[in-house]
């Protein structure tokens, strides 16, 4: 399948597609989390949930592998270095007891993805220490037993665990391509920075689509002219 795409349209074989989608969990878009235990507007985040819906619906009807990524650590924070874990006030760091429970912490209510994008049975649930998904994890390993050459991105931060990810999927050989309504930011500036960085100099980390371009994709209609999937592009 053509997926209409920035710096360019890109053919993909759907058999080496996964959709990616990274730390939409209540933690990040709800309040009472790290996010906004870092002083974020999290109510930023909450337009990426239908593109990410829609595009999960789709690839799931597609038979696309779907893996879902959380950020989090374990109760004793035995695997959260010091460095990340003293940052902030204390009555608001990672561990400490928020409205939905330690913050960032496995297990704990705000640890969860939101309802909307939960993942389905089967699917694999990658927990991750840190910002990139391939850090301390076997996402690869899942990734490369099923072939998967490509992945659609979208998720939580934009330049963050977004942007961390798809570097290093990049440096490990897989074509990202990040949906541009389906991200998000706390700061509208680092999210079009975000998006810039990945696609430009011929799309140095990747591509950057929509969650449209990817739905007329899965559903095996021809791309637009990308000239005007390009005026219509979210940046
Ligand atoms: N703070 C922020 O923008 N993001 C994170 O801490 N983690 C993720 O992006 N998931």
Redesign the pocket.
Known sequence: MVISAEPDALEVDPAQVALLI??MQRD?LEPGG??ES?GNDVSRLAAAVPPCRAVLDAARRAGLLVVHTR?GHRPDLSDAPRAKVERGAPALRIGAQGPMGRILIRGEPGHDIVPALAPAPGEPVIDKPD?GAFYQTDLDLVLKNRGIDTLLVCG??TE??VNTTVREANDRGYRCVVLADGCA??FPAFHEAGLAMIKAQGGIFGWVSTSEAVLTALAGRPPRAAALQAAEMVS
Do not use: A, R, W
Request: proline share 0%; glycine share 8%; charged share 20%.
């Open positions: 990274i730390d990040f790290f996010g870092l950020e910002k939580v931060t963050v665990c930011s706390y």
